[in-house]
């Protein structure tokens, strides 16, 4: 193994010497030759360097690590290579490449791109020739502003191919393509009037809505009155340009970043109408420099979300504002004072705060976490309990005994893990050689497939589950693992933890992050161990009702079975769905009685 990374690196040095001084992409690949990262650079032969040359913090170092072997692509500019980088991130989403998350953004209004136009409400924005209005500050915004809209300049409100006109047509809130020919000419100027109706001249609107809303109040109509006075003040308060802030910030877009610990917080403020109306976070690790991939970030932004490119675009410093400004054809700069210096400012502070909060999450998920395991294990006395395998048995009455597994790896359920067992040598409700039976399947398998071993076994229950479990597995298989039991009060909730071996119960402070990570393991063992004994005394009663039926026999009952799923479901069932999977009808309808009888019963 060393040969070979050996091997490895002495081939790296070999390309890192032809490396060009010129711009363009690297693409570094793992040892199955998959791209795990993508980037750009000014000069690839400095660039590619860096990564491995001089100390890098931890994530960098797995990258590094990982690297196989890399190529690059010369491309003409730093342009093309940005163009370049964006297209191949798209196509291969490398793991180690910032991710841009779906689904973030805000409604937008559409004016559809074609003969008879809509005006729609939709999150996507494509480049198919419609016209956008927004983002809105949310649905209930943007179908506000659709109301107001299609009421003073209407569109087409219902869908092709309509006959006749519709109910729309007739309250003058659709255009009528339905009806007759509408000409385009028509259309053109509702569309114009959207437009400066978007470009704040709300005039015509509100002077039209003030005229109704005195007309309802003269007729005593006050709810319709109520009506159009709210559309007024909607169109004021969302619509118009607030006087919050400057006219400046209008249609401008901000981002800044912080880097801490080898995570950059990328934050994103979206400004409209002189407000803030939106605001996103992007926490991701840093394997780049940061300024090149802020850079490529907000270039992604609007290339691969589709986002509608604002008037102007502010950003820190280093950022790369001549070679966005190229490729996003609008005005990339950085404020050094006044207004947009302040907003600016305070972008980078909530990139700053959200970083922060990013930390704490962390730092208060290894205390739930990795701190409660090493806690657990010094109570215990044990070297560590990173590993631990929890079991707990499920019967009533002692039949369909079953038992559950569960996996905890450092603090943390490792569901892919988890097994379930049936009781399969063991008649009755017996605690005691249950627990063998499991304990012996479970590590005869573990030791048969040479697999390792957990740091800690957790029975769910006292001195009966362990002592059964220490007996198959120091003297049956000759194994020591540490085994301790989840001890329950009288309301069956967690109390206490007793070690395998003194049979004592251990001093846990119920306030300790060992105490909550004992809780949550007995709570999951107990829930999986009832989830599937539920799951298969269903299957139970449900095959023993349908065996006392003549003339169903195995095939059929597996049919009725995998089709209906429960009992419930064939009674309610009618003869023609049984009927139809090939089963008989006189078996069909013995069946139908059968269960008839059944559910009568249950309700007598």
């Not at 007739?170 to 100027?189: A, F, K, N, R």
């Not at 290894?366 to 019967?395: C, W």
């Not at 038992?403 to 943390?412: P, Q």
């Not at 007996?471 to 000759?478: A, I, K, M, S, W």
């Given at each position: 193994m060393l040969d070979d990374r050996q091997e490895v690196k002495r081939n790296i040095e070999k390309h890192l010497k032809l490396l060009p001084d010129l711009p363009g992409c690297y693409l570094m690949r793992d040892k199955n030759d998959q791209i795990i990262y993508v980037g750009k650079a000014k000069n690839l032969k400095n660039r590619v360097r860096s990564y491995f040359r001089g100390a890098h913090d931890t994530k960098t170092t797995k990258l590094v690590s990982e690297i196989h072997h890399f190529e690059t692509i010369v491309t003409n500019s730093n342009k093309e290579a940005l163009i370049l980088e964006i297209n191949l991130i798209q196509k291969y989403r490398p793991q180690y490449n910032i991710k841009l998350k779906d689904g973030t953004m805000y409604p937008y209004l559409k004016i559809t791109n074609e003969r008879d136009p809509q005006l729609i409400i939709t999150n996507e924005v494509k480049k198919d020739g419609g016209k956008y209005f927004g983002p809105f500050p949310n649905v209930y915004a943007a179908t506000n502003t659709q109301q107001v809209l299609t009421k003073s300049?209407?569109?087409?409100?219902?869908?092709?191919?309509?006959?006749?006109?519709?109910?729309?047509?007739?309250?003058?809130?659709?255009?009528?393509?339905?009806?007759?020919?509408?000409?385009?000419?028509?259309?053109?100027?509702?569309?114009?009037?959207?437009?400066?109706?978007?470009?704040?001249?709300?005039?015509?609107?509100?002077?039209?809505?003030?005229?109704?809303?005195?007309?309802?109040?003269?007729?005593?109509?006050?709810?319709?009155?109520?009506?159009?006075?709210?559309?007024?003040?909607?169109i004021n308060t969302t619509v118009e340009r607030q006087n919050v802030m400057s006219k400046d910030y209008d249609n401008t877009d901000v981002f800044a970043y912080t880097l801490d610990r080898g995570w950059l917080s990328i934050q994103v403020f979206m400004l409209r109408q002189g407000s803030i109306l939106k605001r996103k976070a992007i926490i991701e690790p840093s394997y780049g420099d940061p300024e090149d991939e802020v850079t490529t970030l907000i270039a992604r932004f609007y290339e691969e979300q589709a986002q509608i490119r604002p008037k102007q675009v502010l950003v820190p410093s280093d950022v790369d504002k001549e070679l966005l400004s190229d490729f996003l054809q609008i005005p990339v700069t950085t404020p050094l004072r006044g207004k947009k210096r302040s907003m600016?400012?305070?972008?980078?502070?909530?990139?700053?705060?959200?970083?922060?909060?990013?930390?704490?999450?962390?730092?208060?998920?290894?205390?739930?976490?990795?701190?409660?395991?090493?806690?657990?294990?010094?109570?215990?006395?044990?070297?560590?309990?990173?590993?631990?395998?929890?079991?707990?048995?499920?019967?009533?009455?002692?039949?369909?005994?079953?038992?559950?597994?569960?996996?905890?790896?450092?603090?943390?359920?490792?569901?892919?893990?988890?097994?379930?067992?049936?009781?399969?040598?063991?008649?009755?409700?017996?605690?005691?050689?249950?627990?063998?039976?499991?304990?012996?399947?479970?590590?005869?398998?573990?030791?048969?497939?040479?697999?390792?071993?957990?740091d800690l076994i957790l029975m769910d229950g006292g001195?009966?589950?362990?002592?059964?479990?220490?007996?198959?597995?120091?003297?049956?298989?000759?194994?020591?693992?540490?085994?301790?039991?989840?001890?329950?009060?009288?309301?069956?909730?967690?109390?206490?933890?007793?070690?395998?071996?003194?049979?004592?119960?251990?001093?846990?402070?119920?306030?300790?992050?060992?105490?909550?990570?004992?809780?949550?393991?007995?709570?999951?063992?107990?829930?999986?161990?009832?989830?599937?004994?539920?799951?298969?005394?269903?299957?139970?009663?449900?095959?023993?009702?349908?065996?006392?039926?003549?003339?169903?026999?195995?095939?059929?009952?597996?049919?009725?079975?995998?089709?209906?799923?429960?009992?419930?479901?064939?009674?309610?069932?009618?003869?023609?769905?049984?009927?139809?999977l090939g089963i008989p009808k006189p078996t069909a309808e013995r069946v139908k009685q059968a269960l008839e009888k059944e559910f009568q019963d249950k309700k007598v």
């Open positions: 300049y209407p569109l087409r409100h219902c869908p092709k191919n309509e006959k006749r006109a519709c109910f729309y047509y007739h309250l003058g809130q659709c255009i009528g393509p339905c009806d007759h020919e509408v000409p385009v000419e028509e259309y053109q100027e509702n569309i114009q009037q959207i437009e400066r109706f978007f470009n704040g001249d709300t005039g015509e609107v509100k002077q039209a809505l003030k005229e109704k809303m005195g007309k309802a109040a003269e007729k005593l109509d006050f709810e319709a009155a109520a009506d159009f006075r709210d559309q007024i003040d909607y600016l400012e305070l972008c980078e502070k909530n990139s700053k705060i959200s970083l922060d909060e990013h930390f704490r999450l962390i730092e208060m998920s290894e205390k739930k976490t990795v701190a409660a395991v090493d806690e657990l294990a010094d109570f215990l006395n044990i070297p560590r309990a990173d590993y631990i395998e929890s079991f707990d048995h499920s019967n009533i009455q002692g039949t369909n005994a079953v038992s559950g597994m569960v996996v905890y790896r450092y603090g943390k359920p490792d569901r892919k893990s988890y097994r379930k067992f049936k009781i399969k040598t063991v008649e009755g409700a017996d605690e005691f050689a249950s627990t063998q039976e499991v304990i012996r399947r479970r590590y005869t398998r573990l030791l048969r497939e040479d697999q390792p071993l957990p001195k009966i589950q362990i002592r059964a479990a220490r007996d198959v597995l120091e003297n049956e298989l000759g194994i020591a693992i540490p085994v301790a039991g989840m001890v329950k009060d009288d309301t069956h909730k967690t109390a206490a933890l007793m070690d395998g071996y003194s049979e004592d119960l251990v001093d846990v402070d119920p306030r300790s992050q060992a105490f909550h990570l004992i809780q949550r393991v007995q709570e999951e063992v107990h829930r999986y161990a009832i989830s599937y004994h539920r799951n298969v005394r269903s299957k139970s009663t449900f095959g023993s009702i349908l065996d006392e039926i003549p003339g169903v026999g195995p095939k059929t009952r597996s049919k009725l079975l995998k089709h209906f799923k429960s009992l419930i479901r064939i009674h309610e069932a009618s003869m023609e769905d049984i009927t139809s």
